[in-house]
């Protein structure tokens, strides 16, 4: 493990040689970055289909499409939000200057999950190269293909010093958590994102975390069932479930469950054919682990539609369950695959309590004609960010901060949040040497007489 010591301290000696910082050497390693991602897009749409069964349709648009969209963004804004932001002074500091300097934190680890194993790797490493960091990254050992292809494709274009990827499963994970990075960037479960806070803790380390937890899709009688029912199972069931921000269960108002369900069911005829298991658009359970958890919720409640399963494949059809309750055990944790339980209410106020109740969830669905209703909504529950009569949409806007509150994350990142995510807001006064006040200093007579007419 003294490898992991020996890179971190190779990357703290060239970050203090400044090079990282400049705009021209950020903006050329971006586009290296944009360049390599697009030389290698058939090894990466092959990894992904290795790893996860993904269809090159949901690769793109998820991964590789997702990553050239944040590079074109951040190179467009990146002069702007490097120049330094010149702000008022209050009266007290008159004759001076202020101005706030955002500087790259040093080096910066990142951790990245396994269900978006290429995106959730590089999405935060256009954040630390914009902001001018050097990078440790160390990509999930869940998804090897990806990881291996991931190593290879930086070592290609980076050197060590600057960028370097560190393959491996916890004990990697643990040793690096001992290292004194300047900023720590995690996404991945609550659990081990308690862990990483915990050992950041120790050597005080900022850190973003970006985690999960269970997302409510709710629907209320008078939303748009067609679309509802359209956009609900797109964002469920795309990557077969597995994705932080998919609805992890529906809340229905009891009138409309019936019509509902009705047209989910023919939505997902429409999306993946009679036979889900054999679709090539259809994602597979990464691990025999989590196909086995996944399988056992099965017996939870009833299965309305779906349920088939085939773990040589490790694949689990679109599943929706009604009959479940709080207590059953789908309803204890993040369900992270292609089971949506289906829970009805009758008034808004108990769905509003419900999900208080529990752990802040890192996004929320609420389907509804009324805005009245959405702003209650919105007001009422904390939860990291969301959409109206929509799933999913708000993580692909570079203009919108992603990121949790509470348990589901602390921090936000793309677009200018990235930017703001990998750098600190460093406040610089520049004092004028033309003049002094006296009154500031303790030995003014009447100082404090008139610093109390200014301040009060
Ligand atoms: P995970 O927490 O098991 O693993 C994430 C990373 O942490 C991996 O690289 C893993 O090697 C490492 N790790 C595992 N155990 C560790 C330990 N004891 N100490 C240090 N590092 C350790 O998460 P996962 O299963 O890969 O991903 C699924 C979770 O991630 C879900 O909860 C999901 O909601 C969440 N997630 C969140 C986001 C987001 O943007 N908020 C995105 C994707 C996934």
Not at 169 to 175: D, F
Not at 258 to 280: H, R, T
Not at 374 to 398: L, R, Y
Not at 435 to 443: I, L, V
């Amino acid at each position: 493990m003294e490898h992991i010591a020996n890179k971190v301290s190779l990357q703290k000696e060239y970050f203090y040689t400044g090079e990282t910082k400049s705009y021209s050497f950020r903006k050329k390693q971006l586009e290296t970055l944009r360049d390599v991602i697009k030389e290698y897009e058939p090894e990466i749409l092959q990894a992904l289909k290795d790893d996860l069964h993904k269809s090159e349709w949901e690769a793109y648009t998820t991964e590789i499409g997702f990553l050239l969209e944040e590079i074109k963004f951040t190179l467009k804004h990146l002069k702007e939000w490097m120049t330094p932001e010149k702000v008022k002074s209050p009266v007290t500091h008159f004759g001076s200057k202020s101005v706030i300097h955002r500087e790259p934190f040093g080096v910066t680890l990142i951790i990245a999950p396994w269900n978006y194993p290429f995106q959730l790797q590089l999405a935060p490493l256009i954040g630390a190269i914009a902001s001018g960091n050097c990078a440790v990254l160390k990509p999930s050992e869940l998804t090897p293909a990806v990881s291996t292809l991931i190593s290879k494709m930086i070592r290609e274009v980076f050197p060590e010093k600057y960028i370097v990827v560190i393959e491996g499963s916890v004990e990697t994970s643990t040793e690096l958590l001992k290292q004194p990075f300047d900023h720590i960037f995690f996404t991945g479960s609550v659990a081990v994102g308690k862990i990483v806070m915990e050992a950041a803790a120790k050597q005080l380390i900022p850190v973003t975390l970006e985690l999960g937890g269970k997302s409510p899709a709710i629907v209320d009688k008078d939303a748009n069932l067609a679309l509802a029912a359209k956009r609900i199972m797109w964002g469920k069931f795309t990557n077969a479930g597995q994705t932080c921000i998919a609805p992890d269960y529906l809340y229905v108002h009891s009138d409309v469950k019936l019509a509902l369900i009705e047209q989910m069911n023919n939505v997902l005829i429409e999306f993946y054919g009679e036979d889900p298991l054999s679709d090539e658009k259809y994602g597979h359970i990464v691990s025999d682990r989590h196909f086995d958890r996944l399988k056992r919720f099965l017996a939870d409640g009833d299965v309305l539609i779906g349920g088939q399963h085939k773990a040589s494949d490790r694949v689990i059809a679109p599943t929706i369950m009604d009959n479940i309750s709080w207590e059953d055990p789908v309803m204890q944790e993040e369900i992270f695959g292609p089971i949506l339980p289906v829970l009805e209410f009758t008034e808004l106020e108990t769905v509003i309590n419900e999900v208080r109740r529990r752990p802040k969830p890192l996004a929320l669905y609420f389907f509804s004609e009324s805005e009245e209703k959405q702003d209650e909504i919105t007001s009422a529950i904390s939860f990291g960010g969301g959409c109206m009569n929509d799933t999913f949409m708000h993580i692909v806007s570079p203009y919108l901060p992603f990121g949790g509150v509470g348990s589901s994350g602390t921090g936000s990142y793309h677009g200018k949040a990235s930017f703001q995510a990998f750098s600190h807001e460093k406040s610089i006064v520049k004092q004028t040497t033309k003049f002094d006040f006296a009154f500031r200093y303790p030995s003014a007579k009447n100082g404090l007489k008139i610093i109390k007419k200014i301040m009060g």
